[in-house]
């Protein structure tokens, strides 16, 4: 005797919240692997269940990340748009790496931003006015 199973299926809308720490911890994971963090000269800590401020060249403050200091690390590829995600970050040091392709324009939303260091990269696009940037 044969049986008919009928399988039946709905959408289903999933709604997660992240704290600000959490989406943090998102963009720099996104970050490691968009600028090839497995080839970097230091990665200690990224990718670990360590909290991020233990994270080779992240700086926070009140648990948010302040400062990304990754200058002269061996960084290839590009600059992802979520780096606009860490919208405490106020210094982002990038300087003597490999970085081509443009500039996110994301970056010109971030509030708190006061500093790009992204000198001696290969980098092809002017920033959004008011944002000081050293280059090479």
């Given at each position: 005797m044969?049986s008919?199973?009928?399988l039946y299926?709905r959408p289903?809308t999933l709604?997660?919240?992240?704290?600000?720490?959490?989406l943090?911890s998102l963009?720099?994971?996104?970050?490691y692997?968009?600028?090839?963090?497995?080839?970097?000269?230091t990665n200690?800590g990224?990718?670990s269940?360590a909290?991020?401020d233990?994270?080779?060249?992240?700086?926070?403050?009140?648990?948010?990340?302040?400062?990304?200091?990754l200058?002269?690390?061996?960084?290839?590829?590009s600059?992802?748009?979520?780096i606009?995600?860490?919208?405490k970050?106020?210094?982002?040091l990038?300087?003597?790496?490999?970085l081509t392709?443009?500039?996110?324009?994301?970056?010109?939303?971030?509030?708190?931003?006061?500093n790009?260091w992204?000198?001696?990269?290969?980098?092809?696009?002017?920033?959004?006015?008011?944002?000081?940037?050293i280059?090479?």
């Open positions: 044969a008919l199973l009928v299926s289903i709604n997660v919240e992240y704290t600000p720490r959490q943090d963009a720099l994971v996104n970050f692997y968009s600028t090839g963090g497995p080839t970097w000269s200690t990224w990718l269940e909290d991020i233990t994270w080779w060249g992240i700086s926070t403050l009140n648990g948010r990340v302040k400062q990304i200091d200058g002269n690390n061996n960084l290839t590829g600059l992802p748009a979520s606009a995600d860490l919208d970050l106020s210094n982002l990038l300087a003597s790496n490999s392709g443009g500039i996110p324009p994301e970056i010109g939303s971030m509030s708190n931003l006061d790009i992204i000198n001696g990269n290969e980098l092809d696009q002017v920033l959004p006015d008011g944002q000081k940037v280059f090479g």
